[in-house]
Structures are given as C-alpha cells and as structure tokens.
Antibody, heavy 122, light 108 residues
Framework: EVQLLESGGGLLQPGGSLRLSCAASGFTFSSHAMTWVRQAPGKGLERVSTISGSGDGTLYGDSVRGRFTISRDNSKNTVYLQMNSLRAEDTAVYYC???????????????WGQGTLVTVSS | EIVLTQSPGTLSLSPGERATLFCRASQSVSSNYLAWYQQKPGQAPRLLIYGGSSRATGIPDRFSGSGSGTDFTLTISRLEPEDFAVYCCQQYDNSPLTFGGGTKVEIK
C-alpha cells in the first residue's frame, strides 16, 4: 500500500524558515517524480515544486522560486521542501503527491499525503 | 502557463440527478493530459480521471470524463450522497502543471 506521510508544518513568523518532509512507502520511490502542492485556506490547489525520480531535475512555481528548495533522499524514501523567507501568503496546507511515473505525461496524482499546515503570521 | 477555467462555480443538484462539469484550457492540452479530482473538506484530493477519460483505480463507473483540445467534461451520471464535494481539473501536458479553480457540487 502506498503511503505518504508529511511532517514539519507549524506556525511561524514572516521571514522564517521551515523544512517539510514527506516519507514514502509502498512503491519504488526513485522511479517516481514527486510534487509538493499547496492549498491556501478556502482556495484552490497550487503546484509548488516538483523533483524528478533521480533528483536531478527540479521545477518551481513562480511564487516560490528562489525561496523554496525541493530535494529528495532516495535512500530514505523521503522528499523535502526547504522553505525560506516565508510570507503570509505562503500560509496553506502542503501536500506531497506521487507522480504516476517519472516522465512526461506522468504528472497526475493517484496518491497524496494527508497534508501539513503551515501558518505564517506575526 | 495553461490556465484552466472551470464552470459552473457551483452546481446545486439533488441526489440521483446528473452532474456535468466543465474545464476549459487557455490552450490545447495535447494527448488529453487532463485529470479530475474530487476533494472533500479536510481531505486530500482524490484522483477520479486521468488521460481525459480513464477512470482511476476504484472509481465508480458513474464518473466519466470526456473532451479534447481545450474543452473537457466530467460527468457524474447519478449523484450519490457521497458525491457532493468540490471537483478540480488539472493539466499535466505543459509545465507548470496547473489546476482549475474548482466546481462545488452541493445538495439542492
């Protein structure tokens, strides 16, 4: 059974930093790209960042580029999101999601984590 | 960036009725790389449809997807009580992958 378990969310002040983790199990982790998706309160879904199965390729949304860094440790079956210079508008539930594979046309999400809430407020 | 516009914003229907939801893309989505998700309050999205029309594992056949190019449709043939939720489309043809704003299906 595929499981994705996020951790690391919390309440912090603007300008702060946080690292989210997503521990995966139940599949060959390195064969799947992974994406962080966020959802601000009452809003829709927004792709934050994507990392390829090998970790060599990364993509970022315009709103987080230069502030957030995605990485993965395939030996630990874990993907991370390092979030720096946090802003109030980064407040959201952050989900990690497993791609169907690792290539073009695989970026739809059968499996999601339960989400972790990040609140940025003074 | 491909912008996905969903309509209507809210659909008020009764159990047993047919629901038709629309997703329009700002440019063509090739290979029908379009997915639909259902989301209930406090829960992660649930994949319903991928590839425009393929049902995900475990999804009842009352859910169907159709369309191509820029216009896609999600149909729920007969609404069950558990189907009242928010539905969202997502394209994965072009980077960045993008989501529509959602359609809320509520009980009339």
């Amino acid at each position: 059974e595929v499981q994705l378990l996020e951790s690391g969310g919390g309440l912090l002040q603007p300008g702060g930093s946080l690292r989210l983790s997503c521990a995966a199990s139940g599949f060959t982790f390195s064969s799947h790209a992974m994406t962080w998706v966020r959802q601000a309160p009452g809003k829709g879904l927004e792709r934050v960042s994507t990392i390829s199965g090998s970790g060599d390729g990364t993509l970022y949304g315009d709103s987080v580029r230069g502030r957030f860094t995605i990485s993965r440790d395939n030996s630990k079956n874990t993907v991370y999101l390092q979030m720096n210079s946090l802003r109030a508008e980064d407040t959201a539930v952050y989900y990690c999601a497993k791609h169907n594979g690792d290539g073009h046309g695989s970026a739809f999400f059968q499996h999601w984590g339960q989400g972790t809430l990040v609140t940025v407020s003074s | 960036e491909i912008v996905l516009t969903q309509s209507p914003g809210t659909l008020s229907l009764s159990p047993g009725e047919r629901a038709t939801l629309f997703c329009r893309a700002s440019q063509s989505v090739s290979s029908n790389y379009l997915a639909w998700y259902q989301q209930k309050p406090g829960q992660a999205p649930r994949l319903l449809i991928y590839g425009g029309s393929s049902r995900a594992t475990g999804i009842p056949d009352r859910f169907s997807g159709s369309g191509s190019g820029t216009d896609f449709t999600l149909t729920i043939s007969r609404l069950e009580p558990e189907d009242f939720a928010v539905y969202c489309c997502q394209q994965y043809d072009n980077s960045p992958l993008t989501f529509g704003g959602g359609t809320k299906v509520e009980i009339k």
